[in-house]
């Protein structure tokens, strides 16, 4: 039988509604899972919802914790378990990326809001989640940020969240592990969702091209496929690991665009 199966597993995915979020609700679905697509934009969530048939919406503000535990709540009231956790959702809108930059200069209410939906929110959606994870030996996947793994010049904030998300997911899976619950996370890196495609400035988006070890940038669909597999049975062994899925990005010397084009210049 196929490992990576999800037949009748029960999935929560918050951010839902689009980019990575969506791909992971139409490929955990296609693979046979039940799945609760999780997000404050509620009609967009609905909208994915119906297209996917055994799945329901739900709006959440993260930010907010009865509303987090109400969306655990109704999860288990509309399908009876909770199987798999994929906190997805993170504060990505365009007034607060442009806000997150410099420590010096940030103000700290954008520190606050990016924790408070990136971290707190997905803390409270564990805590509530894991008694009925344990009954399923279930799992948690995380996403994350290549951002979290290196030091850049912008969203110092969204990183450090994302950085303090890895903790969590490491000390889940040592307090849990012994209990049937795996956690791990991925990190993407730059991913070509919609909104990203419309907001990206196309000069940063070339330099980030330059990086990349693959012919192309990654899609929200081949993030989509790294959460599956972490979720699915396949990934029995693995546990409190971080699965980096950023095009080789973060895994090679600085500046290798420019190594590129040297070296291609000097066979010309």
Known sequence: MDATRLHDKVVIIT???GGIGAA???LMAERGARVVVADIAEGAAQNVADMLGNAIAFRVDLADRASVEAM??????????????HNNAALLSPEVARADADIETMDVDVWDRTFAVNVRGAMIACRAALPHLRAARGNIVNTVSNLAL????????????????????RAIAASHGVHGVRCNAVAPGMTMTPALRDAFPPA???????????DRMGEPEDIAE????LASDAARNITGQVLVADG?????????GRFRSFFAGEQA
């Not at 790294?226 to 597999?229: H, L, N, S, Y």
């Not at 080789?248 to 290798?256: D, E, L, R, T, W």
């Open 248 to 256: 080789g990005c973060a895994s090679h010397v600085p500046g290798i």
């Open 226 to 229: 790294a959460v599956a597999f």
């Open 150 to 169: 290196q030091g850049h010049m912008i969203q110092a904030a969204y990183s450090s969240s994302k950085a303090a998300l890895i903790q969590m997911t």
């Open 24 to 26: 992971t609700a139409r």
């Open 204 to 214: 940063l988006r070339r330099a980030v091209e330059e990086e990349t070890l693959r």
């Open 15 to 17: 951010g839902g509604a």
């Open 72 to 85: 655990i709540a109704a999860t288990v009231e509309h399908f009876g378990r909770i199987d798999i956790l």
